[in-house]
């Protein structure tokens, strides 16, 4: 049986990149998948493009609320999300599409792991990749710390998916708003 990943999208203020992000899910090749999609009070046609996009699609779960940033939108997606792995998307961001399947995949290998971190490409808007940031295992291995990347914490939380247990008591702070 396939784990089911739910994946958490705040929205608000993307007209220019939620299409792309939305797609990268559409375009998944693991599709035991829940995609939490946060309609943070966006003034823009944001969450209409992405409704269009991903029409009858069971799969995307659509919330509102009033503007609260990023920490109450995801906190949101928290509280609705049913599956055994919880993955973090901004909406201005995307994925490959075989993302979830390795993760997926990595995740079944060890059973320990509790939170996979995953390599990010920094590209232009036609794509080309202008920087990339790899995880050194080999460092994870020697520290016992998930969360580092080159040997220094990252401050996202869009490059990590997690167990369902390991963020059930956490929260994120709401005094932040965009």
């Known amino acids: 049986m396939t784990p089911l990943v739910s994946i958490i999208i705040p929205v608000y203020k993307v007209e ?3 299409e792309k992000c939305m797609q990268s899910l559409l375009d998944q090749t693991y599709d035991n998948f829940e995609a939490l999609v946060v ?3 966006s003034p823009d046609s944001s969450i209409t493009l992405a409704k269009e996009l991903v029409g009858n699609d069971s799969r995307f779960i659509f919330f509102e609320k009033e503007n609260g940033g990023q920490g109450s939108a995801r906190n949101l997606g928290l509280d609705h999300a049913k599956g055994e792995y919880i993955a973090f998307l901004d909406s201005d961001d995307s994925y ?3 993302m979830l399947q390795v993760v997926t995949e990595e995740f079944a290998k060890e059973d320990d792991m509790d939170v996979l971190t995953f390599g990010v490409n920094y590209v232009t808007t036609d794509d080309k990749v ?3 940031i ?3 295992v080999s460092y ?3 520290a016992k710390d998930v969360l580092l990347v080159n040997g220094a914490a990252t401050r996202f939380f869009w490059d990590k ?3 369902r247990d390991v963020l059930s008591k956490y929260r994120f702070s709401d005094s932040v708003k965009t």
């Open 16 to 18: 220019k990149y939620i």
């Open 130 to 132: 202008i920087n990339r």
């Open 96 to 98: 490959t599409p075989d």
């Open 39 to 41: 309609d943070d009070g």
């Open 140 to 142: 994870f291995n020697t």
């Open 134 to 136: 790899f995880s050194d």
């Open 161 to 163: 998916v997690y167990k």
